[in-house]
């Protein structure tokens, strides 16, 4: 956090230059994906996931941005494997009604709302319209692990038992960005790339875990470190240019 408010102020001295073209507002909606890496309490229970979110975004023409996003979270892996000790029998499986064995897959799942706010510097190339972006931000994320039954239903994970197993979790979040934009004057080549930073204070929402049969209390602190990158698409209206970036 303090590496990223440091850049910006650096930023700012370096690339606040006076320039004489008229710059319009631009709004930006976009889809973004980040691939990111959990650290703290979250990675002793997910490993890598993805992040899909859509982003209305404000520039304005003295290269102030401001943003509302909302995303989801998905991976394949969840590393707790003792979900159903409680009640997976003498032999280690769970077991229907009807004497099936069922297939059971874990995922997670989750998703974040937040807003933010930052500056774009232009870095004032020939060929492009290119700058730094460097954003800050506040929100709220959840997330859970996703139980899915295959084969056959299992009483033992209806609708309503299933939820003492899911983990699931939420709170008040931070995020920091910093990345590069890239406007070409001369073809459709238009990226966006940079690292998002996502610090997360969270506890559980449920309040009761049906595995250990306790109460949880606990305290979170959930970190996110991705990789965010998107393709940009300018589109032309009323003689201002309006950027949807994915």
């Known amino acids: 956090?303090?590496?990223?408010?440091?850049?910006?102020?650096?930023?700012?001295?370096?690339?606040?230059?006076e320039s004489n073209t008229k710059k319009n507002d631009i709004l930006f909606i976009s889809v973004n994906h980040s691939l990111q890496?959990?650290?703290?309490?979250?990675?002793?229970?997910?490993?890598?996931?993805?992040?899909?979110?859509?982003?209305?975004?404000?520039?304005?023409?003295?290269?102030?941005?401001?943003?509302?996003?909302?995303?989801?979270?998905?991976?394949?892996?969840?590393?707790?494997?003792?979900?159903?000790?409680?009640?997976?029998?003498?032999?280690?499986?769970?077991?229907s009604q009807n004497g099936e064995i069922p297939t059971i897959r874990l995922f997670q799942r989750g998703g974040h709302i937040d807003i933010s706010s930052g500056?774009?510097?232009?870095?004032n190339f020939e060929k492009s319209e290119s700058g730094i972006v460097l954003s800050i931000g506040t929100g709220y994320i959840y997330h859970k692990i996703f139980i899915e039954t295959l084969t056959t239903a299992l009483p033992q994970l209806n609708e309503e038992l299933i939820k003492g197993y899911d983990r699931l979790s939420g709170g008040l979040l931070t995020?920091?960005?910093?990345?590069?934009?890239?406007?070409?004057?001369?073809t459709n080549i238009r990226y966006l790339i940079g690292l998002?930073?996502?610090?997360?204070?969270?506890?559980?929402?449920?309040?009761?875990?049906?595995?250990?049969?306790?109460?949880?209390?606990?305290?979170?602190?959930d970190y996110l470190l991705g990789l965010k990158c998107g393709f940009i698409v300018p589109i032309k209206q009323r003689q201002q240019e309006r950027y949807y970036y994915y």
């Open 1 to 17: 956090m303090r590496i990223l408010i440091s850049l910006f102020f650096i930023s700012s001295i370096i690339f606040s230059q």
């Open 37 to 95: 890496i959990p650290e703290g309490d979250l990675k002793k229970r997910f490993g890598i996931n993805s992040d899909i979110g859509l982003t209305a975004s404000y520039k304005t023409h003295n290269d102030f941005i401001f943003e509302i996003n909302g995303s989801v979270l998905f991976g394949p892996t969840v590393k707790e494997n003792n979900l159903f000790d409680a009640i997976n029998g003498n032999n280690g499986t769970l077991i």
């Open 119 to 123: 500056k774009y510097f232009s870095l």
């Open 175 to 186: 995020k920091q960005f910093i990345g590069y934009l890239h406007f070409s004057n001369k």
């Open 196 to 221: 998002e930073f996502i610090q997360a204070f969270t506890k559980d929402l449920r309040g009761y875990n049906y595995t250990t049969q306790t109460s949880v209390t606990e305290k979170r602190r």
